[in-house]
């Protein structure tokens, strides 16, 4: 488990493409002291398992799967990162729950200043924008957000000096793929309101109702 509050910023040295998945070479000397191999760690929003250390970097494995579904599948030598070790029990909880289970893979759309921060605009899939609200919170990439806007299918997000200094948010071009998580909180109420109004939310029929509608006729008693 994280909380979507980067770390540190890593490179990637090396990437091997075994047999559809991949072999990962992070270097970031200072970041991994206090950790073992075994230990999870979050790259860019993605949940990883440390398999050896070596000069200042640590190796992972990605599965096949996993590949297909994160931005991890474009990282190349010289990439940049986010990182961001497993949430301890003792820890202050800063940002919000994190997995790192990707949920899907949006874009880079748009930034601008405004003020003393940066407003970033992020597209979305559909099935995705059903648990973005306004004031709720998003991982970008493994970076928490909070959502200051939304469209049919992009939110915006306002982004503070800190979080671009020590993020990878700063370096993207407009267009880049960024990995999504949602709230699971958003997505267990949806199962749980989903269940009680006697839905099947593993349905492809067309029309499927999504999680206001379910909110709505629950909070109505229909």
């Known amino acids: 488990m994280f909380t979507g509050l980067i770390e540190s910023e890593g490179i990637i ?16 000397p200072e970041f991994g002291r206090d950790m073992a191999i075994g230990d999870s760690i979050a790259v860019d929003g993605v949940c990883l398992t440390i398999v050896k250390f070596i000069r200042g970097a640590f190796l992972a494995d990605v599965s096949e799967e996993t590949v297909n579904l994160t931005t991890l599948r474009d990282l190349r030598q010289g990439s940049k990162v986010n990182l961001e070790r497993a949430l301890r029990f003792s820890d202050r909880f800063g940002g919000h729950l994190v997995s790192g289970h990707v949920d899907g893979i949006g874009s880079l759309l748009m930034r601008h200043s405004a003020g003393n921060s940066t407003i970033y605009q992020f ?5 995705l924008m059903e648990f973005v609200v306004p004031k709720g919170s998003i991982a970008i990439d493994g970076i928490s957000l909070t959502i200051a806007d939304i469209r049919d299918d992009s939110f915006a997000c306002a982004v503070i000096p800190h979080t671009e200094q020590v993020t990878t948010l700063k370096d993207k071009p407009i267009g880049s793929a960024v990995n999504l998580e949602v709230d699971m909180l958003a997505k267990y109420v ?33």
């Open 13 to 28: 040295t090396r990437v091997d493409r075994p047999s559809g998945g991949l072999h990962l070479e992070v270097y970031a």
């Open 123 to 127: 597209s979305a899939p559909r099935e």
């Open 190 to 222: 949806k199962r749980f309101v989903g269940q009680y109004m006697g839905v099947d939310e593993t349905s492809d029929r067309p029309g499927r109702r999504g999680l206001a509608d379910l909110l709505r006729d629950f909070t109505e008693g229909r």
